[in-house]
């Protein structure tokens, strides 16, 4: 099952990742993982209280130790600017950016307040537990609950926000329903946690110039801030960021550890390497704790009438974080009435921010558990529920989709999972000693797109290199630009090196909102198609003109060679056609001209969907709950490599069973500390709680999306695929649980 | 060739310090001699004095697997493992898992072909220790259904969730090694 070498790799074949070897061979090297001369640990303390002032860091047991360098608090930190607007990034939200070691305040328990810098990694860990800090501390609130009595809608709001639109009369439409549902639903705070820890590796290059090593999902952000933050110039700060591990949204903003990294390097003109630890993974961004309240109604054949769905989501004091949680089951089902309000609460946390489908993971989820109870009041198979309120355009703002085959979706879901066999009454499938339930759910999702630059280099050989400062976060970005590029020029695939993960690089988006494979790619084939432009005119050099003068529509690139389309036996190779001009190189660097818009006049919803079955099996005493099965069906436009890109969807599959089941932050509001920072304690999905996951691609050409006709498929996995599980659970149980993760507490009462 | 490697001091720090003690290790295959402060996980000493950045820190804990190697063909957690206290034991990492795989004429170790083969891999982040857990799973002889390889390939998280693609890309080796 190796991939296929050495003929043209296509867009569409299911090649190998083409950094795999580098990964499973120990070779790729993370951020802190590059080897530096001189190199110093800094070691973060966190604040121990929540909320009040630091009155004084006794640090002299730590600065004691020999190999002890620094201890850099905000008493004796380099200066820093005063204005919140030099350390806002490309994707930050409104309000007060974070400033570690600013002043003596403390906004959140986890707070970085000191760094102590040493000679090797065990020290400086040592050391700063010699620390002790006197604070004065103030009250503080970090249950959500309670400031929900103070939720608030900001004026200013982030740009990507789209607030909800109500149509009809929800609350009238509701009330004269003869079928109706209505329930809060609840998901507590959730941390992305990727597999490695947050780290930046600063080297100190003299002459006012650093290279990063960062994890982040977008090195042009980070340099971008560490110049304004620490006022370099922007040139002389290079981030990179070739290989991380695992990111989900976390690396969208510059994370504290690269701001304190970069700190400790400037006070101390060394190279200074910051790696987080796994609690300390606790203290920065997360998925907001959300309510939703979902009220639905319909006729008495199982029509929507109303839709009633409010949410409210946390923020923290000095940060305005808000996502799009209400629109979409607005957006998704045909109903003449639909209203939703949206606020944000404070607490004394951090920021909140986007993780995986943010907004979605959330706001679909809930609604479709939401969905599933309005099925069955009506006794409307809930599959069958979902077709009869299909809505072929988007049922807010009534734009046509550019593409939507959620009802394919449906089908094929149902056909490979068995749907027609389910009998409908809960607690009416079982297998031995355990109930068995069938659930489904749908999901929804952004297609975005945003214009992004390459390089490509081709040499007379054949070899190509495309380039773009994008990041690969695992989300297969390295595999989709060398296969476009392969695909584009007509090369294998061993024939192309795609580098990313460089601030230096040509212009790149960030990697967030699935946005890269149709941003990047489209980037990479616009320029390889200048390049092929630059090829076919050398190719004209060439004596006796073998392809007769042709142009780009007469002519096909294969095997590293250009060929006449009506005759192939008259062709030339790349490196034939470069000697003719006397050219050793050919190189191009653009972006491709697009419109969101398309070519169309009127306005289009832009959106992935996906239809997802899954099967639970239930200890009818213990009431474990195991999910047996999961089939999803993806809609997402084109799929340049089916298989990396059907990873992408068994990782929001993953997450979707974590959120289901599993994960949950536990705070002691007490102490305003989560109590669960670590392996043991916030549980992710393992081995043993994954079996089969089966996933469908659903055929769905939509040249209008993006230049690719790429929708991205990042995150619309995890949209909804708690809901199939959940939904699931009542089947096989009868019991309706409001607020996830669906422990086994919840199930015994 | 033996080095002697001075750990817990770097080129920046001091001197080491008094409570030193010397080990060896084999180190994928290789002898190496080290004067490390008795509080120096193995872990750290590969990544940060013998630079096998392969093995990887999830947690530091003993909770994720990431830093899983094989020590005397036994999987360990080597954040857990104190280096003075493995003295003179032979230590696999994904580095040398790849050298054994080249001495047999492939390019990979049969698990890491079979890895990327079944894309069982995305941050690649778990990926070694993932191996390194399959290779001591192999070695032990216990799992042979899909379902005990689920089991007890359980101390090895992913947060990419790549689950499916592991246990099918172990399946596949387990399955070659059977039919021997
Ligand atoms: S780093 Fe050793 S188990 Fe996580
Ligand atoms: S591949 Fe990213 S954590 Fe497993």
Known sequence: MTSPTRTTARIGDPLNRVDGVAKVTGQARYAAEHPVEGLLYGWVVSSGITKGRIVRIHDEGARALPEVVEVMTHTNRPQLPPFDHSYTDAVSVPGSPFRALYDEKALFNGQPIAVVIAGTLETARYAASLIDVEYESESHNTDFAVALTSQFVPNDKRSTFEPPQSRGDAHAAYDAAPLKVAADFHVPAYYHNPMEMHASTVVWEGNGRITVYDKTQGPQNVQAYLAAVFGFSPEHVRVKNPYVGGAFGSGLRPQYQVYLATLAAKMLERSVRVVLTRQQMFSHVHRPETVQTVALATDTSGRLQAIINDAATSTSRFEDYMETVCDWGLMNYACENASAKYTIARVDTYTSGDMRAPGAATGMTLFELAVDEMAYAASVDPLQFRLINYSDKNAMDGTPFTSKALREACAQGAEKFGWSRRTPAPRSMRDGRELVGWGVATGIWDALFEKTSAHAKLLPNGDLEVATAASDIGTGTYTVMAQVAADTLGLPIEKVTATLGDSALPKSTVEGGSKLAASAGAAVQHVCRGVAEKLLVAADQLEGQPLGGARMEDVTFAQGRIALKSDATRSISFGDAMSAAGLDTIEVEDSPAWHSGGSSQTRKSRNTHNAIFAEVKVDEELCVVRVTRIVIAVAAGRIINPKTARSQILGGVVMGIGMALHEETATDHRLGRVMNHNFAEYHIPAHADIQDIEVIFVDEPDPEVTPLGVKGVGEIGIVGTAAAVVNAIYHATGKRVHSLPVTIDKLLV | ?180
């Open chain 2, 1 to 180: 060739m033996d080095t002697r490697v001075f750990g817990g001091t770097s080129q920046a720090g001091a001197a080491q310090s008094s409570e030193a003690i010397g080990i060896s290790l084999v180190i994928n295959g290789r002898r190496r001699d080290f004067v490390i402060e008795p509080w120096v996980t193995l872990l750290d000493l590969l990544r940060e004095q013998e630079h096998l950045t392969g093995t990887k820190k999830g947690c530091d804990h003993g909770q994720c697997g990431a830093c899983t190697v094989l020590v005397d063909g036994k999987r360990i957690n080597s954040c857990l493992a104190l280096a003075v206290a493995r003295d003179g034991a032979q230590v696999t990492t994904i580095e040398g898992l790849a050298c054994e795989g080249l001495a047999e004429g492939h390019g990979l170790h049969p698990l890491q072909q079979a890895f990327v083969d079944h894309d069982a891999l995305q941050c690649g982040y778990c990926t070694p220790g993932q191996i390194c857990s399959a290779q001591g799973l192999i070695n032990e002889g216990h799992a042979r259904s899909r379902d005990e390889v689920r089991e007890s390939m359980s101390g090895n998280l992913c947060r990419c969730g790549a689950y499916t693609n592991i246990a099918a890309a172990v399946m596949e080796v387990l399955e070659k090694a059977d039919t021997r």
